[in-house]
């Protein structure tokens, strides 16, 4: 079966994927989530933190080749990490997240986007170098069909998201090309709209493109529903 490595998005950490693990592992797969710098239990400054650091802590993370999934930002770090080690991705599976594009951050891309639903729940660190949620705004933009209890689990975990990775041109070529790739879109999204993630995907093989109903944290959501949408994927 498949080996698949998990990677949050913005302020999130490894503990997001707590129910998408073992109902991955019920279906045969080997799977874990890392924390990427400066999130979950990872001590590393934001302000040290740069998108080459992301890319790099996923690429120390694999020993044999993975299906990595990116949740929301991390779509820029997998995809920097399929540039520089290709050889250690079987495929690269877009979770909600930001289809990397060359040349462009994610700032870029998010102000692409027709809709900016996130921004109103922003607050910017007093350095300037990170953002954080408003708490009182997270069920409404990350958590609003999730299960009870979700909000406070979450609220009490979210952490300083660093600006820099996000603001960061990626540059990208052949290697990072050659890596399969699918995208799980989330319809009911209220982080990356919908029709942004069909944007990014309007030029991809229908067959690599799958939908979900949920907002932007179906692993909360359905995680059964995701897990068997990864499972597909995996078995081709």
């Not at 350095?127 to 990350?142: Q, W």
């Not at 309007?202 to 529903?225: I, L």
């Amino acid at each position: 079966m498949a080996d698949f490595l998990l990677i949050h998005g913005s302020c999130h950490g490894a503990w997001c994927w707590r129910d998408v693990l073992p109902e991955l592992q019920a279906r045969g797969h080997t799977a874990r989530a890392i924390d990427l710098p400066s999130h979950g239990e990872d001590a590393t400054p934001y302000a040290q933190v740069m998108l080459h650091d992301y890319a790099q802590a996923i690429i120390n993370a694999i020993d044999t080749p993975v299906y990595l999934v990116g949740h929301s930002m991390a779509g820029f770090p997998i995809t920097l990490a399929a540039q520089l080690a290709p050889e250690k991705i079987t495929r690269l599976i877009y979770l909600c997240a930001y289809a990397a594009q060359d040349g462009k951050s994610l700032v870029d891309m998010r102000l692409e986007a027709p809709r900016q639903p996130l921004m109103h729940a922003i607050n910017k660190t007093d350095d300037g170098l990170a953002f954080t949620v408003d708490p009182n705004k997270t069920a409404e933009v990350f958590y609003h069909d999730c299960p009870e209890g979700t909000v406070d689990y979450a609220n009490a975990r979210l952490c300083p998201q660093t600006i820099a990775p996000q603001a960061t041109p990626i540059t990208l070529g052949p290697r990072a090309a050659s890596v399969p790739r699918s995208y799980i879109r989330c319809d009911d999204d209220r982080t990356i709209p919908p029709e942004y993630q069909r944007t990014m995907t309007q030029d991809w093989p229908e067959a690599d493109v799958y939908a979900m109903p949920t907002g932007h944290s179906p692993f909360f959501a359905d995680p059964a529903g995701l897990a068997d949408i990864l499972d597909r994927i995996a078995k081709g």
